[in-house]
């Protein structure tokens, strides 16, 4: 799940920044449709990135099995 959120704020990231294309120039004095489009692409990033500190902080620790092939059991070798 760590992986995941971080895979996804990163993303996020990217879409954010285009988002607040709007608000670069400052505050608009009235809301449109674009900006509270903005604004609702703005506020998953937050919570994609708390999710991932959080899930980094507290899912334990994963041990990896790397699987190598035999060498005894190569098809070459029946010939």
């Known amino acids: 799940m760590a992986r995941l959120f971080v895979f ?14 709007p608000f ?7 809301f449109g449709y674009q900006e509270w489009v903005s604004v609702a692409l703005l ?4 919570v994609f990135v708390f999710l991932a500190l959080a899930f980094l902080r507290t899912e334990p620790a994963r041990t990896i ?4 092939p035999n060498p005894d059991y190569d098809i070459r070798k029946l010939y």
């Open 8 to 21: 996804v704020s990163v993303l996020w990231f990217a879409l954010s920044i285009c988002a607040s294309f």
């Open 24 to 30: 670069w120039d400052g505050w608009p004095e009235s």
């Open 43 to 46: 506020v998953p990033q937050p």
């Open 65 to 68: 099995t790397e699987h190598e």
